[in-house]
């Protein structure tokens, strides 16, 4: 845990790291989020048409911090139409005790208390041009409303996009900004989920990355994805595996496959990595993934991965944690 907290610790003073506030990041090459209508199907790739992000604000902020969302409502050529457009979406930003530490708040369903902690802002977009392909800000807010969380090293804000009604798919995008009218990141800042769903590419030349970070108490790693429709094959890289195959799911199917750790894994970020099928057959695809610990604990998926993008390092003697 130490160790955890002093990479968190240099990973929130590093100058890079600003460029997590924007969700989905560069690095991650993920077009848009996605959450449909609480009135889908889920076999669009939406299993429970709910997502749940979180921000983190270094301690030594002091102005105020904005929650920006690119094409919040459910319109235009942008979002996936199910006919005519009739979803609305809720927004919903939290703070405060409870926020991210009620262990229903890192979870994959919206159950229980997954609202947790202090409702800071909310409002609902449905089909209105005032906001497609445009920005809305969410704030100002106090960045000591955040809940205090020093494995995270800082405070931490939750941000829930969920259908309320309709059927239609709603895509979008975050960004964490010191500016209501502007994206002008927060230094030191960060983003994470627990739960990514998102939008892959349609150019098959296009791959797409998520990150999830191993502590040092991780030993296997449990991934589980959703509605992957055989679009290719996922694939698992890190310091110490060049490209481990990943089981894939088909059409509204759950698949999940165990993937070992070994030492020189632990304290380092993995890069599971989303590779079409070359013919570009399949479009509009929409994912959702997941990974576990041995414990059954959620891994949290940075959008910067910490330390860096892993990198295959074919020299390294592997080790087995025992």
Same mark, same amino acid.
């Given at each position: 845990? !130490?160790? /955890?907290?002093?990479?968190? &610790?240099?990973?929130?003073?590093? &100058? #890079?790291?600003? /460029?997590?506030?924007?969700?989905?990041?560069?690095d991650e090459n993920i077009p #848009?989020?996605? %959450?449909?209508?609480? /009135?889908?199907? %889920?076999?669009?790739? $939406? $299993? $429970?048409?709910c997502q749940t992000f979180f921000?983190?604000?270094?301690?030594?902020?002091?102005?105020? !911090?904005?929650i920006r969302v690119f094409d919040p409502d459910c319109s235009g050529a942008i979002d996936e139409a199910k006919g005519e457009f009739n979803t609305v979406t809720n927004f919903s930003v939290y703070g405060g005790k409870g926020c991210i530490s009620d262990p229903d708040a890192r979870e994959t369903d919206p159950v229980g208390n997954y609202r947790s902690g202090n409702l800071l802002a909310t409002r609902d977009f449905g089909a209105d041009s005032q906001y497609d392909q445009k920005w809305y800000t969410f704030g100002p807010f106090d960045p000591n409303s955040g809940e205090d969380m020093p494995e995270y090293s800082g405070r931490v804000f939750k941000v829930i996009a969920q259908g309320k009604s309709g059927d239609d798919g709603n895509l979008y995008r975050y960004f964490m900004s010191s500016r209501p009218d502007a994206n002008e990141a927060i230094e030191g800042g960060n983003a994470f989920t627990f739960e990514y769903s998102f939008r892959l590419h349609d150019d098959p030349k296009e791959v797409s990355h998520i990150y999830p970070y191993v502590d040092e108490r991780v030993i296997s790693v449990?991934?589980?994805?959703?509605?992957? $429709?055989?679009?290719g094959s996922v694939r698992l890289v890190s310091v110490a595996k060049k490209g481990d195959a990943v089981t894939t799911s088909g059409d509204d199917q759950w698949v999940s496959s165990v993937h070992p750790i070994v030492k020189q894994e632990l304290n380092t970020s993995l890069d599971i990595r989303f !590779?079409? /099928?070359?013919?570009?057959?399949?479009?509009?695809n929409n994912v959702v993934f997941y990974i576990r610990n041995q414990y059954g604990a959620l891994l949290p998926f940075f959008t910067v991965p910490i330390g860096g993008v892993p990198q295959y390092k074919p020299t390294i003697a592997v080790t087995k944690i025992k």
């Amino acid at each position: 845990m !130490i160790r /955890r907290l002093i990479l968190l &610790a240099v990973m929130a003073l590093s &100058a #890079w790291l600003c /460029r997590a506030q924007p969700v989905p990041a560069s690095d991650e090459n993920i077009p #848009w989020l996605v %959450t449909f209508g609480a /009135r889908s199907q %889920t076999s669009w790739g $939406d $299993d $429970d048409f709910c997502q749940t992000f979180f921000f983190v604000v270094p301690k030594s902020t002091v102005v105020p !911090i904005y929650i920006r969302v690119f094409d919040p409502d459910c319109s235009g050529a942008i979002d996936e139409a199910k006919g005519e457009f009739n979803t609305v979406t809720n927004f919903s930003v939290y703070g405060g005790k409870g926020c991210i530490s009620d262990p229903d708040a890192r979870e994959t369903d919206p159950v229980g208390n997954y609202r947790s902690g202090n409702l800071l802002a909310t409002r609902d977009f449905g089909a209105d041009s005032q906001y497609d392909q445009k920005w809305y800000t969410f704030g100002p807010f106090d960045p000591n409303s955040g809940e205090d969380m020093p494995e995270y090293s800082g405070r931490v804000f939750k941000v829930i996009a969920q259908g309320k009604s309709g059927d239609d798919g709603n895509l979008y995008r975050y960004f964490m900004s010191s500016r209501p009218d502007a994206n002008e990141a927060i230094e030191g800042g960060n983003a994470f989920t627990f739960e990514y769903s998102f939008r892959l590419h349609d150019d098959p030349k296009e791959v797409s990355h998520i990150y999830p970070y191993v502590d040092e108490r991780v030993i296997s790693v449990k991934q589980s994805n959703f509605d992957w $429709d055989g679009d290719g094959s996922v694939r698992l890289v890190s310091v110490a595996k060049k490209g481990d195959a990943v089981t894939t799911s088909g059409d509204d199917q759950w698949v999940s496959s165990v993937h070992p750790i070994v030492k020189q894994e632990l304290n380092t970020s993995l890069d599971i990595r989303f !590779i079409k /099928r070359s013919d570009g057959a399949v479009r509009n695809n929409n994912v959702v993934f997941y990974i576990r610990n041995q414990y059954g604990a959620l891994l949290p998926f940075f959008t910067v991965p910490i330390g860096g993008v892993p990198q295959y390092k074919p020299t390294i003697a592997v080790t087995k944690i025992k």
